[in-house]
């Protein structure tokens, strides 16, 4: 009998698959081969070719879990900033010093490739440390063809450097640069959409996202970059409804979005829609963390239409500095009241949606064996636990 793969068994397995809650297996193994999962189920079923089970004495294994939104390639810091209102700056005050997302463009500007590389993988391990596998990095922090351009060369170079998926996504429609002022609409057809022509060309883009709020982007501006990128092929999502409702989660379902990201002001009519494009609402709890916000997303009416939900640590230099998926688990269950359940799907098989990937999330014959296994026995424990990383082996394509 020729033994091909590795089999890892005496395993609690949270499948994540579909219609079936954690899909849990008690005394469960998993047969992984070419970097493929062949075969789950109760290790008494195992196949002979598996050959002898590894030990897992008990642990639980999930999907390696993918975070969905981050801006995690970005000059500088702003802990200066940080710092400046925690001792009683005004935002006018901390605006004139320079800071806020202006600031960070400035330094994405001026760092070489090199830099906002190291920079980022200091997140990037911190999120591998966590079991996770797939990380979405979104541009945004150029404003200008090149700089954009550049910062989605740095995101993709991450997957040369370190064993993870990077899912790339332009951004340019985050923030107004000065050069536009007033001139919103302009920028959008004369800097954006070239911009994202350009990185399309390059082949550097997953998908197309915007930042449609009332001190960014309105839908009527966000309109001609989402016409552009269906014409391009390229799918859509949108930061909408963040800290007000302007209708953009309304225009993501119009677009058939993969996502529509934040949506704390989101109503039941905007869940409808989301339910009826098939977009996953993204939540972003590290953001409304940073912010001290207080509305919180519309998670019952979520649930009531059938709303897919994803979490994701949206990890950026201003709104969330924050780089542990598990603690956004946390957050997402503290703040919104998800259940475990729902967070734990939030950063597996629905976190693979939003970014249109469906060989990931799930642990199913046919899907890549990307796994986490843990030191712990019930999967509530991952999202119960605060500040505690519980990850005893990460498994990525088969490897490790
Ligand atoms: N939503 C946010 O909260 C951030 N961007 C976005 O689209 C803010 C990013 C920053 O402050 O650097
Ligand atoms: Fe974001």
């Excluded at 704390?264 to 001290?292: C, K, M």
């Amino acid at each position: 009998m020729i033994v091909t793969g590795m089999l890892l068994g005496n395993a609690t397995i949270a499948t994540m698959a579909e219609g079936a809650g954690y899909g849990l297996l008690q005394k469960g193994a998993v047969w992984v081969q070419n970097g493929q999962i062949t075969w789950v189920g109760p290790e008494a079923d195992a196949p002979e070719q598996a050959g002898p089970a590894e030990d897992m004495q008990g642990r639980l294994i999930t999907p390696a879990l993918i975070d969905c939104h981050t801006h995690i390639v970005h000059g500088g810091n702003r802990a200066g900033e940080f710092e400046m209102r925690l001792n009683g700056a005004s935002y006018e005050e901390v605006a004139r010093a320079g800071g806020g997302i202006i600031s960070t463009v400035k330094a994405t500007r001026g760092a070489s490739e090199d830099t906002l590389l190291a920079g980022a993988l200091r997140f990037v391990d911190a999120l591998i440390g966590e079991g996770v596998s797939v990380i979405e990095v979104k541009s945004g922090y150029g404003l200008d063809i090149e700089t954009e351009l550049k910062m989605l060369r740095v995101a993709r170079a991450i997957e040369q450097v370190r064993p993870v998926r990077v899912r790339t996504s332009f951004l340019g429609a985050h923030a107004l640069p000065a050069e536009y002022a007033g001139r919103a609409m302009e920028y959008i057809e004369t800097l954006c959409i070239p911009a994202l022509e350009a990185a399309h060309s390059a082949g550097l883009v997953d998908a197309v996202d915007g930042f449609c709020e009332g001190i960014a982007f309105s839908v009527e501006e966000i309109e001609p970059l989402f016409t552009r990128a269906k014409e391009l092929g390229i799918p859509v999502k949108l930061h909408a409804e963040q800290l007000s409702n302007i209708g953009g989660t309304q225009l993501a379902a119009r677009f058939g979005a993969l996502s529509a990201d934040h949506v704390e002001y989101a109503n039941d009519a905007d869940a409808q829609a989301l339910a009826r494009s098939g977009s996953v609402a993204v939540i972003l709890p590290g953001a409304f963390y940073t912010l001290h916000e207080t509305q919180a997303p519309p998670v019952e009416a979520f649930r009531k239409h059938n709303v897919a939900m994803a979490l994701a640590t949206d990890c950026n230099p201003g709104s969330s500095p924050l780089a542990s998926l598990l603690l956004v688990m946390n957050m997402g269950c503290t703040l919104f009241r998800l259940t475990p359940e729902e967070a734990l799907t939030g950063v597996t098989r629905h976190a693979a949606r939003a970014l249109g990937l469906d060989d990931t999330g799930v642990i199913a014959p046919g899907k890549r064996a990307d796994l986490a296994i843990w030191n712990v026995s019930e999967p509530a424990e991952l999202a119960y636990r605060i500040g505690f990383n519980p990850l005893h082996r990460r498994i990525f394509g088969g490897e490790g």
